[in-house]
């Protein structure tokens, strides 16, 4: 029997080692446990061999939420990716990356103008404010729908996702619905989402006005969010921009112990922002 699992992967690299998020959507988690074994024991073969002497903490593996999420963290060798991809040929299944899909279709035929005013950015006074008026109008316009607020003031924050639909259930058994959009262009349309959504059509319109900006990924304990970063042509150094907040222009997104990767273009390499992110002080290094 061959078993069909959408699976979203993430790549980055830093230095020597390199690691990859795998989702697995479903109750067959046995796949993930199986790519989770495999590459261990590849790991800890390397180990034994001496392999890690210069980084002893590389080989990590955390299992995430109910066992549907793995992050994997080891030396960088093909070793890996050969055992990784004989598992997934051998269930049929395919690496598919979410974030550059995001960021490599991040163009809009209708975004919305009235945003902001049409303003030219020829000054740091000008591009901050532009940027700052920008971030907080997209918290107004649009919705962010989670976590969905029920009767009597309780929230559901756990959905069940089939395909591109997302189902919470209220304690009362009242069911709402809501479609996730890879494409900006319904964003725009309908006027809601969640992290992702909001990120990518932030990334579209800077993009369309011409501003340097990336979408980052921020990975903690089975979740994960999306933001964005825009390059600060006066100051040489990349503002934190958070969409989904009303007060997003240089707001750092607060978790701790969260893995941060930045993607630029979607044939970039991953850019691992974890050190700024952790940073608490004025004078952090970009």
Not at 27 to 37: D, E, K, M
Not at 192 to 203: I, N, T, V
């Amino acid at each position: 029997m061959i078993i069909k699992l959408p699976l979203h992967v993430i790549y980055f690299s830093h230095i020597h080692t390199s690691a990859l998020i795998i989702r697995i959507s479903g109750s067959s988690t046995h796949v993930g446990n199986l790519i989770l074994t495999k590459t261990r024991a590849t790991c800890m073969k390397s180990i034994q061999a001496g392999l890690d002497r210069v980084r002893p903490r590389l080989c990590l593996f955390q299992l995430g939420v109910q066992g549907s999420e793995f992050l994997f963290i080891y030396e960088k060798t093909a070793k890996h990716f050969i055992i990784l991809e004989k598992i997934l040929k051998q269930y049929n299944m395919t690496l598919r990356d979410s974030l550059r899909a995001r960021v490599a279709r991040a163009t809009a035929r209708h975004a919305p103008t009235t945003l902001v005013p049409n303003a030219q950015l020829t000054s740091p006074a000008r591009w901050e404010s532009w940027i700052r008026k920008l971030v907080e109008n997209f918290y107004k316009k649009f919705w962010f729908y989670h976590p969905v607020k029920c009767a009597q003031g309780v929230y559901a924050r756990r959905p069940v996702r089939s395909g591109s639909v997302e189902t919470y259930t209220c304690p009362g058994g009242t069911k709402q619905q809501f479609r996730r959009f890879l494409n900006p262009n319904n964003f725009f349309k309908f006027g809601y989402g969640r992290g992702g959504e909001f990120a990518q059509g932030l990334l579209t319109i800077l993009k369309r006005k011409g501003v340097r900006a990336r979408l980052l990924l921020g990975y903690w304990h089975g979740a994960d969010a999306l933001w964005v970063e825009a390059w600060h042509p006066w100051r040489r150094a990349w503002i934190p921009l958070d969409p989904a907040h009303p007060h997003g222009y240089g707001r750092k997104f607060p978790k701790k112990r969260m893995t941060v990767v930045a993607l630029e273009n979607a044939k970039g390499n991953f850019v691992n922002r974890t050190q700024f992110y952790k940073c608490t002080n004025k004078h952090c290094l970009d």
